[in-house]
């Protein structure tokens, strides 16, 4: 069932979108090569805790941790460790979710470890376009279908592949609500979008193919032939007036930049 926001509950959304998006920016501004994974993860929990929320990933299902932290051919799930320790011209995905008020807030994104190769780089440019043109496409009147046709189509005319296996979805007292909201698919096709509809848009694009699996932890997942996988997500109120991005800060607009820095996410 898709429960339907009313706006005073989707104003409620956004300290938990905020605090999200802050904790997200937070572990950005840290990545740098030496770094290990389990310091961005105890600074997120940090944040979020401090702030008087509860990181919304630790213990969902298992998950041992309050980000996931994908590098290079990880496409998601990747969980921090204290052995896992940045390189320069990695690419390091940070999914960062907060509870504040029994809301959920929930986004990512794919920052640059020292400089990027061109290759890694045109792949998180055309990923975070990917993420605009299917925030655009979140229209009452539009289907779930019109957003995955934007990513996709953007994607593909650029030479990459578009990740099957895992999907954006609802988000609202519950991480994981419906509907699913693939990142592929056909104009016109699956259910109306409609105002007071929350979902999370979470494009996950690869530079080679997109078939994956799911590493011996069984948490994270990464693509078939080792190519890079880039990762952007918001979670986005479906009004009236169009898309409302819920995962930035609370005064602010979000920011459209191609993504390395924290002030970019």
């Known amino acids: 069932m898709i429960i339907i926001k009313t706006p005073a509950e989707i104003e409620q959304m956004k300290p938990a979108g905020a605090l999200s998006k802050l904790a997200l920016r937070r572990v950005g501004a840290m990545i740098r090569p ?18 008087g929320g509860t990181p919304a990933f630790k213990g969902y299902g298992g998950f041992p941790a309050s980000i996931c932290c994908s590098v290079n051919s990880e496409i998601v799930h990747g969980i921090p460790s204290s052995s896992r320790v940045l390189q320069e011209g990695d690419i390091v995905s940070i999914d960062t979710g907060a509870v504040v008020n029994g809301w959920v807030g929930d986004n990512a994104w794919t920052f640059f470890c020292g400089t990027p190769s061109v290759a890694d780089k045109g792949l998180c440019e055309v990923t975070r376009d990917c993420l605009k043109a299917g925030i655009e496409a979140a229209v009452p009147g539009n289907r779930i279908g019109d957003i995955g046709h934007a990513v996709q189509s953007l994607a593909e005319a650029n030479g990459y592949s578009v990740v099957r296996d895992y999907v954006g979805h609802g988000v609202g007292r519950a991480m994981h609500e419906e509907p699913n909201v693939a990142n592929y698919g056909k104009k016109g096709r699956g ?15 690869c530079l080679g193919g997109y078939e994956s699996h799911v590493m011996p932890n069984r948490w994270t997942v990464v693509t078939n ?16 007036d169009g898309p409302v991005i819920l995962t930035q800060d609370q005064d602010g607009p979000w920011c459209a930049m191609a993504g390395g820095t924290a002030e970019q996410a």
Do not use: C, F, K, W
């Open 191 to 205: 259910v109306r979008l409609q105002a007071g509809m929350v979902i999370a848009i979470e494009p996950m694009i």
């Open 225 to 240: 032939d080792g190519g890079a996988a880039a990762h952007y997500e918001n979670t986005i109120a479906i009004t009236e």
């Open 34 to 51: 030496g770094v290990d994974t389990l310091e961005l993860d105890r600074v997120a929990e940090s944040i979020i805790r401090m702030h």
